[in-house]
């Protein structure tokens, strides 16, 4: 449906002119996401505080056309994608830290504040915020929250959820209510915050974050294992949790993924390798060290080929540069990608691995994993030519066998990407039916008109 101009003007008059764009370039830039899923809408509009997101929803209720929240746009699951068309909801000017609490380690926020922004701000008082995608230089907490982001320290620190404690929140229908609490704890009522964290932007618009921190920890000391047996990487990641030792890290990376990592960010890594560890942990000096110690002790037990400690954070940051160049760089093995985040009990990881290589082979396709190994999540990226379309069915027949084997393994289709548009289709294999109808009558309870962020999650809507 496109909007027509007199509700345009009924727009405009709400957040101002200077913040709505109509033009055919701007609108494209804000028609996708990191799923590459184009659709075009009829607006975007900037708004600069909770009381127009809300009249711009009543707005939509009372005209019918849809609205889609808008973070960095970075989503992998098409959740920014506005395949209603409709009215862009970009949140970039919510992007004010107002408050970082070092007494309640508490920090109240916007959801348009870049994460890495927020990290750096909270580290220069001393502080800590744990959740840290891989697109922190970029992806925001907002988005963050809608998503309930992981990333690498998930492993130690918990994921996006587990740091926020209250949001100022939107309703689709228009009304704005806070949820949680501004203190370490509290239970009174139903835990709404809960539930809007990693709704996908399907429940309601948050205009305003608190967030838990952490004091920060003493030290901090990088590890690279290389590996000639992808077996031997995920046995060592099993024997280090049994001895007690939870590093913040333990990301796992295959022989094609350490490859197009190194052609990319040319870090020196070991080309020929099966496959590599980044392990990472935190603490106190002594605390740090013996960690360090025994996690060496551990990988020489599992045939390691070689260790190397980073001495300095610059050589740390060489590692992390590479391992966050794997995603982006694997456009050089194939125009189209297809990137799920499945996660399977850790002692499962050589099990999938070994699937999705058997798959790669039966199909000819390049099959890519890496990922958060510390807690079984596996990013397995599939590239493939989407308009050869004998070639990209065979792509998605593989998602689906290996999906299947996923929940066979007792796992779940996605850790840390939501379910979004690219991912609906599946949710039931993993939902029961009940279950599925009661998400539904709660998204009917938020959104009766089905106006906020309609197409995601639920298949058909
Ligand atoms: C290279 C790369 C690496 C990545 N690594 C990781 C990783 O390690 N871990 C991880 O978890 N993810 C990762 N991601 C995925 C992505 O960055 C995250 O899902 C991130 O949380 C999205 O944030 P965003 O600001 O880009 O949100 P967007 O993509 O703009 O939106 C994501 C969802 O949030 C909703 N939304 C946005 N803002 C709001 C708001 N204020 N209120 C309500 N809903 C809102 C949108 O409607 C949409 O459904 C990666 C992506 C890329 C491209």
Request: proline share 5%; with cysteine.
């Amino acid at each position: 449906m496109t909007i027509p101009t007199s509700v345009i003007k009924k727009i405009e008059k709400i957040i101002g002119r200077q913040h709505l764009c109509r033009d055919k370039e701007d609108l494209l830039c804000y028609a996708f996401d990191a799923t590459k899923t184009v659709s075009v809408p009829d607006a975007v509009v900037f708004p600069g505080n909770a009381q127009e997101v809300s009249e711009i929803l009543k707005l939509a209720n009372q005209h019918g056309f849809s609205v889609t929240p808008r973070g960095a746009g970075s989503g992998m699951t098409g959740g920014s994608v506005p395949v209603r068309q409709g009215v862009v909801l970009a949140m970039s000017r919510f992007n004010n830290i107002l408050s970082i609490d070092r007494d309640n380690l508490i920090a109240r926020v916007e959801p348009g504040v870049v994460t890495g922004v927020f990290q750096k701000a909270v580290d220069k008082e001393g502080l800590f915020y744990p959740p840290d995608p891989s697109s922190s230089d970029f992806s925001t907490l907002g988005g963050n929250a809608a998503e309930c982001a992981g990333g690498p320290k998930a492993v130690k620190y918990g994921v996006t959820r587990d740091y926020v404690l209250g949001m100022t929140v939107v309703l689709p229908t228009g009304e704005i209510i806070r949820t949680g609490v501004q203190t370490a704890k509290g239970v009174v009522g139903y835990d709404l915050t809960r539930l809007i964290v990693g709704s996908e932007g399907t429940l309601g618009v948050i205009t305003e974050l608190t967030l838990r921190l952490r004091p920060k920890p003493e030290a901090v000391r990088t590890m690279t294992a290389v590996y000639n047996r992808i077996g031997a990487a995920a046995e060592t990641v099993s024997e280090i949790i049994r001895r007690g030792i939870i590093p913040r890290t333990i990301e796992f990376m295959d022989n094609a993924s350490i490859r197009c990592a190194e052609a990319y960010a040319k870090s020196g890594l070991p080309t020929d390798a099966e496959a590599l560890l980044i392990i990472e942990v935190d603490g106190g000096i002594d605390e740090t060290a013996r960690a360090l110690k025994t996690i060496e002790s551990v990988c020489r037990g599992f045939d390691v080929r070689s260790i190397m400690v980073a001495e300095t954070p610059e050589a740390a940051q060489a590692v992390w540069k590479a391992r966050k160049s794997v995603s982006p760089a694997l456009y050089r093995y194939g125009p189209d990608k297809i990137n799920e985040d499945i996660v399977v009990p850790r002692s499962r990881i050589p099990d999938m691995v070994s699937k999705i290589q058997d798959l790669s082979r039966q199909t000819g396709l390049m099959m890519v994993c890496f990922g958060h190994a510390g807690d079984g999540n596996i990013h397995f990226n599939i590239m493939a030519d989407k308009k050869d379309t004998a070639q990209w069915e065979k792509a998605l027949n593989a998602v689906g066998e290996i999906f299947d084997y996923t929940l066979a393994l007792g796992g779940t289709l996605s850790g840390e990407h939501g379910i979004g548009m690219t991912k609906s289709a599946y949710i039931g294999r993993e939902i029961t039916p009940e279950a599925l109808a009661l998400m539904r009558r709660i998204k009917n309870a938020f959104d009766p008109k089905g106006i906020l962020n309609p197409g995601k999650i639920f298949a058909n809507d």
